[in-house]
């Protein structure tokens, strides 16, 4: 099922590990798109948006068991170290210039068996390595590179980063990176020294 052309959630599922997670959280949830798409998966869902009128809009699915109005970064922050085993962040890593603090708190967050997936627009490696990884766009969104996108996600076991068209933005086709990097074993929860 795609809603105007966007794909993301569904993607993101057919990438997930065939198992339950106990205790998911959507970051960035809308009005609950990938929510939706995962619910079956979870035990326990958590939504998590900047716009309080977007966790309203989710609430009206009744799809989560608690949402919650914060910044991303800021909410897993305030999480227990080891506290979940599935984060899902569809269309809003796009909107973080750095991608380091969100991918730092994700490490420490997860349980060792858990699992970050994530979607953010593509940058080519010409265009990404010219301007140190992330290229701010005329849409005010950040597209991030294969490579440094790899880079970044050391501390995860990278399993599949995808390139796919995800939208239409006027005459063009919007491309995405989506990222599935399962937390390495045992690496519970010292997220490396930066």
Do not use: W
Request: hydrophobic share 40%; with cysteine; glycine share 8%.
């Amino acid at each position: 099922m795609t809603h105007g052309g966007y794909e993301v959630p569904q993607l993101l599922l057919s990438l997930l590990p065939q198992r339950k997670f106990q205790r998911s959280v959507d970051l960035g949830c809308g009005t609950g798109l990938a929510g939706l798409a995962i619910r079956s998966r979870c035990e326990r869902l958590e939504g998590v948006d900047l716009s309080s009128r977007m966790v309203e809009k989710a609430a009206e699915r009744e799809i989560y068991d608690a949402l919650h109005c914060s910044d991303l970064v800021a909410f897993l922050r305030r999480q227990e170290t080891a506290s979940c085993d599935l984060l899902v962040a569809t269309d809003v890593v796009m909107y973080l210039y750095s991608i380091e603090p969100f991918l730092h708190q994700a490490r420490r967050v997860l349980r060792g068996s858990g699992v970050l997936i994530f979607s953010t627009e593509a940058a080519s490696e010409a265009e990404a390595e010219a301007h140190g990884g992330t290229v701010e766009r005329a849409s005010e969104r950040f597209a991030h590179g294969r490579s440094f996108l790899l880079k970044s996600a050391e501390g995860f076991d990278l399993m599949d980063v995808k390139e796919v068209n995800i939208r239409r933005q006027g005459t063009s086709t919007v491309q995405c990176s989506s990222v599935v990097v399962p937390h390495l074993p045992g690496e519970g929860c010292s997220p490396p020294a930066r």
